[in-house]
């Protein structure tokens, strides 16, 4: 028989949502309970997280992108506390090997490529040094390259002046201890979690809106808003709303990934690599306990057992796990709100972590929400905000994503040739061409890869402009050149002064003192 679960009466007014109910406790789960708790949690809500041990999460997701530290800095945590409790790293960028042309390599960076001189983008002035003496790479204008470089890391000060306040950052850590971190910050503020499989969805005859979740049990969740954290499976979102799912897989072919934790073999590099194979790609993710590893690949061009080969071919450290096969759809749910429901993770939508940006898509889908929390009944106009604004984030990020692939040279195998001939997105088509006249690029306002960032990724694939900007010539060369020069040498001397990755981390306390007393289990594969 179906009873109320104590503790779940009606909060807040006729007008107010009084009852969130979150529906799954992986990283997306979580990272909504601990913001919503730092938020909305003013005596008038309440907030329940659904989890079901039985299900589990997906335990992969350790790279994450700077804007991370906001979402850490919003919530009051203590950067140092935080890479402790989840075996934290830096990652100052991420290496591509092999993507250009078998043999390539390049950093996409963190942060700025030098500095711009009035108004006129760095990259501009470099490439018409680049016509008349050696600039070297344009990776030696950034900080966190230049640092990466070396293995070093240090932590700009508030006051820090450049080259060093140039150094940006964001993590790499392990997920599934990042979300008990977030679950232990949650609780305290007054979250109740409900250990529980669903068995049933309840909803309103009149709305069609979720009105309960029904629990194996027979326990009965009611709620006035609903945030579907319940990962590929979209339970509410897709499974009772039926919101739709927009295929991308045409453009990003990858479905499958095998993953593979091993023991460190070296001190761990501040940077994630990926390596591109035959039929997809490699990620190297360095904890401080252990190195994430994983292949991902397209079935349609690999199946498991080559896939698995090729990923046991290229570790570097002892495995500690059986390899673990993932599937996966690429693309966005059609609407990421509907009725009462909100998708945040993997419920709305995927796109493979070449660029590490699902979990930015969980922090994007809870300051939209933030900043667009309804009230009863629920207006259409919050509601459309939204899912445009997820869906122009979704559509930039995988914009990015497919210029990975386009922008190659290969044409070594099948897979390859597929990417590289394959029709793109009109907006991508756009960027490329403006680009390949005068090195011009354009952000669409919000977007999340900034400047430098497609720069890095076009030069770093070999896709050169026939020049630069006429308007870099409003500046004297010689002048211009000396300026140059110099940031090179400062960017090479300040990364030189930095202590090794593992040094400022011991240094500052973010070091987990037994790194090995920690259980091996979290996100690591089962
Ligand atoms: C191969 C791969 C590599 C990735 N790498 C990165 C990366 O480097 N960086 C990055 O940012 N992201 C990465 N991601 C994405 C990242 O893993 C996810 O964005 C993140 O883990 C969020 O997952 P989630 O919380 O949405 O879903 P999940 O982890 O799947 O959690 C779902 C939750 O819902 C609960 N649930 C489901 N059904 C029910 C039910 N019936 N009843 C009760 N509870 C239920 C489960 O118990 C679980 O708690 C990667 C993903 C994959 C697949």
Redo the contacts with the bound molecule.
């Keep these: 028989m179906m009873q109320e679960a104590p503790g779940y009466g009606a909060k807040g007014s006729d007008t107010e949502v009084g009852r969130v109910v979150i529906?799954?406790?992986?990283?997306?789960?979580w990272m909504a309970a601990a913001a919503f708790s730092r938020f909305l949690n003013n005596g008038r809500r309440k907030i329940t997280v659904?989890?079901?041990?039985?299900?589990?999460?997906?335990?992969?997701?350790?790279?994450?992108i700077p804007p991370i530290i906001t979402f850490n800095s919003m919530l009051d945590i203590d950067e140092n506390e935080f890479l402790r409790a989840t075996r934290g790293t830096f990652k100052l960028g991420i290496e591509f090997v092999n993507w250009g042309r078998i043999g390539d390599r390049y950093f996409h960076p963190f942060g700025n490529f030098g500095q711009d001189i009035h108004g006129i983008p760095f990259h501009q002035l470099w490439l018409r040094e680049r016509r008349r003496s050696d600039p070297g790479s344009i990776a030696e204008y950034c900080m966190s390259a230049m640092a990466a470089a070396q293995g070093r890391f240090g932590r700009p000060a508030r006051d820090a002046r450049p080259p060093l306040s140039a150094l940006s950052y964001a993590f790499h850590f392990d997920?599934g201890l990042y979300?008990q971190f977030l679950r232990k910050r949650a609780e305290r503020e007054g979250v109740k979690r409900q250990e529980?499989?669903?068995?049933n969805v309840e909803r309103e005859g009149e709305t069609g809106d979720v009105a309960a979740?029904v629990?194996e049990s027979g326990e009965r969740i009611a709620g006035d808003l609903f945030i579907d954290?319940?990962?590929?499976?979209g339970?509410l979102i897709e499974q009772a709303l039926g919101a739709g799912f927009e295929d991308w897989s045409h453009w990003l072919p990858c479905d499958r990934?095998i993953?593979m934790p091993t023991a460190n073999v070296t001190s761990p590099q501040p940077f994630?690599r990926s390596t591109a194979h035959p039929a997809g790609w490699q990620?190297r993710?360095p904890l401080q306990h252990r190195t994430?590893n994983?292949h991902?690949y397209s079935s349609h061009y690999m199946d498991d057992d080559d896939a698995t080969r090729i990923l046991l071919a290229n570790l570097e450290g002892q495995a500690l796990a059986e390899p673990r096969p993932?599937g996966?759809a690429t693309g966005r749910r059609k609407l990421a709100w509907s009725h009462n429901v909100i998708a945040?993770?993997?419920?709305s939508g995927?796109l493979?972590?070449l660029e590490?940006?699902?979990?930015?898509?969980?922090q994007n889908g809870i300051s939209r929400l933030l900043a667009l929390f309804p009230g009863k009944p629920i207006s259409p106009v919050e509601r459309d905000e939204f899912n445009r604004g997820m869906q122009a984030t979704y559509e930039d990020v995988r914009d990015f994503l497919i210029l990975h692939y386009k922008a190659t040279q290969r044409d070594d195998t099948p897979f390859w040739r597929y990417v590289r001939d394959m029709p793109i997105p009109e907006t991508l088509e756009r960027r490329i061409e403006l680009w390949k006249l005068h090195a011009r690029v354009f952000r669409n306002e919000g977007e999340l890869f900034a400047v430098p960032s497609w720069v890095a990724v076009l030069l770093g694939q070999n896709i050169q402009p026939l020049g630069y900007d006429p308007i870099a010539d409003s500046l004297d060369e010689e002048r211009v050149a000396g300026a140059i020069s110099q940031l090179r040498r400062d960017y090479r001397q300040a990364a030189a002064n930095l202590p090794s990755q593992e040094q400022f981390l011991r240094m500052s306390g973010a070091w987990a003192d037994d790194p090995s007393s920690v259980s091996l289990t979290a996100g690591v594969p089962s």
């Design positions: 529906v799954g406790g992986g990283t997306a789960g659904v989890e079901s041990d039985a299900i589990g999460t997906v335990g992969v997701g350790e790279a994450t997920a979300a529980g499989t669903i068995a979740v629990l954290c319940s990962g590929f499976r339970l990934a993953a994630t990620w993710i994430g994983g991902v993932i996966f945040l993770g993997l419920s995927f493979e972590p590490s940006t699902s979990i930015h898509l969980i």
